[in-house]
């Protein structure tokens, strides 16, 4: 989501705010703070029945 976010966003403007890219960094920080957290309650195997 970064690279979309460079790629698409930012040679309009640098903030967020005024070029529409705002979706693309709420996801993109989202997306790295699962990476890091895991994904918890959310995790297939916590629906596994054992």
């Known amino acids: 989501m970064a690279i979309a976010y460079f790629m698409a966003h930012y040679p309009r403007d640098f903030f967020p705010i ?16 699962l990476v890091f957290a895991g994904a918890g309650a959310f995790a297939l195997d916590n629906r596994r029945n054992a």
Do not use: K, R, V, W
């Open 18 to 33: 005024n070029n529409s890219g705002d979706s693309a960094i709420s996801f993109c920080f989202i997306f790295l703070y």
